[in-house]
């Protein structure tokens, strides 16, 4: 399975980034998907998830609210909307194809795009 994530860049506070991950090479539509995110010198934290079907949704605390994740199970696509983005919110963000356990943790996701940086600043 290969990730390629897109549509990170510079927003200011307040402002909004859609991120888009296209999968290819599995069966993506049988999958779960994750967002995660690492800011420089931290760890690598959960951001979102989304089920196959009906498509439930989990999130992060810091983020729920302000994040939307979605799905194009015909375009082999995941999104990530944000929005009311903070300077807090700067990092790499990835995204994941989940194989088995809670969505939370990162051991549960096998596959891992590449990131794209998200800087919010003014």
């Known amino acids: 399975v290969q990730l390629q994530a897109c549509g990170g860049g510079l927003a200011q506070p307040g402002g909004s980034l859609r991120l888009s991950c296209a999968a290819s090479?599995?069966?993506?539509?049988?999958?779960?998907m994750g967002w995660f995110r690492q800011a420089a010198g931290r760890e690598r934290e959960f951001v979102a998830a989304?089920?196959?079907?009906?498509?439930?949704?989990y999130y992060a605390d810091s983020v729920k609210g302000r994040f939307t994740v979605s799905r194009d199970n015909a375009k082999n696509t995941v999104y990530l909307q944000m929005n009311s983005l903070k300077p807090e919110d700067t990092a790499v963000y990835y995204c994941?194809?989940?194989?088995?356990?809670?969505?939370?943790?990162?051991?549960?996701?096998?596959?891992w795009g590449q990131g794209t940086l998200v800087t919010v600043s003014s």
């Open positions: 994941a194809f989940h194989t088995g356990g809670r969505y939370y943790y990162s051991a549960t996701y096998q596959y």
């Open positions: 989304i089920t196959p079907t009906p498509g439930s949704t």
């Open positions: 090479g599995g069966t993506f539509s049988g999958h779960a």
